[in-house]
T-cell receptor, first 112, second 112 residues
Framework: DGGITQSPKYLFRKEGQNVTLSCEQN?????MYWYRQDPGQGLRLIYY???????QKGDIAEGYSVSREKKESFPLTVTSAQKNPTAFYLC???????????FGPGTRLTVL | GQSLEQPSEVTAVEGAIVQINCTYQ??????LSWYQQHDGGAPTFLSY????GLEETGRFSSFLSRSDSYGYLLLQELQMKDSASYFC?????????????FGKGTRLHILP
């Protein structure tokens, strides 16, 4: 079955540590996205990538970094520079027309 | 810049009809999408409107008026499982890159 996987589902880290969230898709989609969602809030775009080896900053990229070395993978690193990293992180992918985004199950990150 | 406005909460009765409105402001509008998200879950795609008019998919319909920068999601024969948050999203090309911007979401409460 095609889809998007994110791991882990829950992640706990100490303040000051970098952490990398995994996102893999086998839908053969060119575009991939990372969103952050806080309780009762909408989705805010962190980074997105339209093709391999290329990515663009979204609205809240500060304190985050990404890579797109393979079409299937788009990992997100939450660095110690991110002031308030505790949130629900969602990865998505779409075909080039962007009519529909497919979302992974999300990773809930808690920084202690 | 871009902005989307939708009500934060709407309450309706099981079996009834409810309309969730969305107004947007963007200089590079390309289309309006709707997503559903249950608590703790990932958003799932409901509909996409690129042209004016009504799109119907089962109990759900979506409408777009490009001249009014306005759209709505119409849910008919409401069921308890429709209790969720609903997000409108615009496909935007104002920055030269093709990306999707989400609204803050409308929480739909359904009363028995």
């Amino acid at each position: 079955d095609g889809g998007i996987t994110q791991s882990p589902k829950y992640l706990f880290r100490k303040e000051g540590q970098n952490v990398t969230l995994s996102c893999e898709q086998n839908l053969n989609h060119d575009a991939m996205y990372w969103y952050r969602q806080d309780p009762g809030q909408g989705l805010r775009l962190i980074y997105y990538s339209q093709i391999v080896n290329d990515f663009q900053k979204g609205d809240i990229a500060e304190g985050y970094s990404v890579s797109r070395e393979k079409k299937e993978s788009f990992p997100l690193t939450v660095t110690s520079a991110q002031k308030n990293p505790t949130a629900f992180y969602l990865c998505a992918s779409s075909n080039r027309l962007y009519n529909e985004q497919f979302f992974g199950p999300g990773t809930r990150l808690t920084v202690l | 810049g871009q902005s989307l406005e939708q009500p934060s909460e709407v309450t309706a009765v099981e079996g009834a009809i409810v309309q969730i409105n969305c107004t947007y402001q963007t200089s590079g509008f390309y289309g309006l999408s709707w997503y559903q998200q249950h608590d703790g879950g990932a958003p799932t795609f409901l509909s996409y409107n690129a042209l004016d008019g009504l799109e119907e998919t089962g109990r759900f319909s979506s409408f777009l008026s490009r001249s009014d920068s306005y759209g709505y999601l119409l849910l008919q024969e409401l069921q308890m499982k429709d209790s969720a948050s609903y997000f409108c999203a615009v496909r935007d090309q104002s920055t030269g890159d093709d990306k999707i911007i989400f609204g803050k979401g409308t929480r739909l409460h359904i009363l028995p």
